[in-house]
């Protein structure tokens, strides 16, 4: 396997001195923790623990509060990132696998796998406002950038089913293949991108008529059908590029997001589940599962540039916003 622990003059360059310094946070799937990665020099600089079975994870609007879906323990926990202290539990339902902070910054929207239901927590209040019918085990979710349709995924209904977010009912559904995983809106809310894991495939949907308008396959030389499984997405908000990672092929999957042509492939770690960007898209983090570690690619050359160890099965991954984490970083200091 390739080492991206050594890494060459120019990809050592690319690391030095980011425009912004940022902290990005990982769950810890088996270890049940969150793992912080500084930017400033790509190496982990604390860990603490959380709930069973962490997956998604995401950051309030001003980054004071770290929302993460601790799965086995039925809960979404709400913690302070400066300490890593546990503040709260929100009501979640069974099983949450992933959620979505909705644009006002307090409706989270949580997939529950194991009771088929979608869950509208208000974070501040902590009150649920709804639980949602939808398919069979949801594990995606998000919601557009004008905060009017959330959308969870549900795996073995193959579907991907839209909610009106004033009347929280679930309005229609749309067809994907097998397994969707992922769900990710383009930056100008036109186009929702869903992974489909055992299918293989990414199918880009049209927002406006709900209509998958384009289904992407993938093809990696050496590589077995089986093995490339399409989970996390992340596109940059030029409308550039889509990344897609590709499973247990061990790669992620560069799609000109105009043309919806893949483009290339880069090799990351082991099993390959998220992807996150930094708010200056220079950089794409993945977690890679079965390796236990984060690749970084630099988005200008689209090559790995590091590898960085984590704990057991990393899973998820947030970047907190840099001001909010300077300020505490300055007032950790200062004491």
Sequence with gaps: MLRLTTVSLLALGALVAPALAHDIYVTNERDNSVSVIDTTTYEVVRTFP???????????????HLYVCASDSDAVQVIDPATGKLLHNLPSGEDPE??????????LFIANENNAT???VDAETRKVLAQIDVGIEPEGMAVSPDGKIAVTTSETTNMVHWIDTKTLQAIDATQVEQRPRHAEFSKDGTR??????????VAVIDVASRKV????????????????????????????????ALGPSDRVAVIDAKTLKVTSYILVGRRVWHTVLTPEQDRLLTTNGVSGDVTVIDVGSLRAIKSIKVGRFPWGAAVRPAASAGANKSAGAAE
């Design 192 to 201: 929702l991108w869903v992974s489909s894991e055992i299918g293989g495939t």
């Design 50 to 64: 959380v709930g069973r079975r962490p997956r998604g994870i995401v950051f309030s609007k001003d980054g004071q």
């Design 98 to 107: 992933q959620f979505s902070l909705a644009p006002d910054g307090r409706t």
């Design 213 to 244: 308008i384009e289904t992407i396959r993938f093809e990696i030389k050496g590589i077995s059908g089986d093995r490339i499984q399409p989970v996390g997405i992340s596109l940059t908000d030029d409308g550039r590029y889509a990344f897609v």
């Design 118 to 120: 979608t869950t509208v």
